[in-house]
């Protein structure tokens, strides 16, 4: 199978669900149709933080993963957010997900890991259990520096170099060791793809990466190609009108009190654009309040982002 090709933006969409909390499996194939369709998209990452992937049942995630594959039609890969806690049990959940139709994995930490940290070696026997057991070619994901999950660089050099290992989600948000780091991740493997997720810092981290790996990619794809391709021609100026744009919508999303409000925020995002005609989740999360509703709008509007005309005409 060839190496996924992640060079540009890779969205992790929400999880739709209908307004009696079920998953709506419907909404979630108009997403899949909607990002995919677009010059520019290269993935879909499903079943992570933004698409509430942990409260979903076993059945309901795969069922989301076969619901993506059909309605994508081999346009872009659909990569699975791997989150069980054991080697083995994250194993045998990466094997149901290729199962499935996914053809990758972004691969979290242990939760464990996130409180008392990790022992040297068992990042990378995760990875390698992943590979060997399903085939899914691995996303490393590295968690921001406050957490003890945040691996260090001679842990991510492991795991780079190992097979099926094909790309680096980044997201340390310590750009001392952004700066350090990521070029030794390139020496050691000139083939690994770097993906930002800084979806609050984007423009530090733009003139680096092959692409994004973002659920900011949700509710402004269009705007994200553009600072890609802006970032890969060194083109600051344009990057910087691009980003200055979307302040407001940074702002309203992610500059919020907890990064999990993002989720609720970005399902509010689709609402205002027509993608999703409300923004039902599941707990723990919360509803955020008709203020914080109305800002987010807002927010929209002083960026400029509108409905998705094209995708009401089709329907």
């Not at 009696?20 to 992570?48: F, H, Q, T």
């Not at 979307?246 to 999303?253: E, F, G, S, Y």
Request: net charge negative; glycine share 10%.
């Amino acid at each position: 199978m060839p190496t996924m090709d992640l060079r540009g933006l890779s969205p992790a969409p929400v999880t739709a669900f209908t307004r009696d909390g079920e998953v709506d499996y419907p909404a979630n194939a108009r997403i899949a149709k909607w990002l995919a369709g677009m010059d520019g998209v290269k993935s879909l990452v499903i079943l992570g933080h933004a698409g509430e992937g942990t409260f979903l049942t076993e059945e309901e995630r795969l069922q989301l993963i076969r619901t993506y594959v059909e309605a994508v039609d081999g346009q872009v890969p659909i990569i699975a957010g791997i989150t069980g806690e054991g080697t083995k049990v994250a194993a045998e959940e990466a094997k149901k997900c290729k199962s499935a139709g996914a053809t990758g994995a972004l691969v979290y930490p242990n939760h464990g890991w996130l409180r008392f940290g990790f022992q040297k070696g068992a990042p990378q026997d995760r990875y390698k259990a992943i590979w060997q057991e399903s085939g899914l070619q691995c996303i490393l994901f590295q968690y921001p520096d406050a957490t003890k999950a945040s691996y260090d660089l001679d842990t991510q050099l492991a795991i780079a170099t190992q097979d099926g290992v094909v790309a680096t989600k980044n997201g340390v948000r310590n750009m001392k060791r952004w700066y350090v780091e990521i070029p030794e991740l390139k020496k050691a493997n000139p083939n690994l793809q770097i993906l930002s997720c800084h979806d609050e810092w984007l423009l530090p981290t733009m003139f680096d990466v092959d692409g994004l790996l973002v659920g900011y990619g949700n509710i402004t794809p269009e705007l994200l190609i553009d600072l890609i391709k802006a970032g890969k021609a060194q083109n600051y100026p344009e990057a910087r009108r691009i980003f200055d744009r979307l302040l407001p919508v940074t702002r309203a999303v992610y500059h919020r009190g907890s990064h999990m409000e993002g989720t609720v925020a970005l399902k509010l995002g689709l609402v205002h654009r027509g993608v999703l005609d409300h923004a039902t989740i599941r707990e723990p999360l919360k509803n955020l309040g008709e203020k914080a509703e109305a800002e987010i709008f807002a927010a929209f509007d002083a960026a400029g982002i509108g409905r998705v005309e094209q995708l009401l005409a089709a329907e």
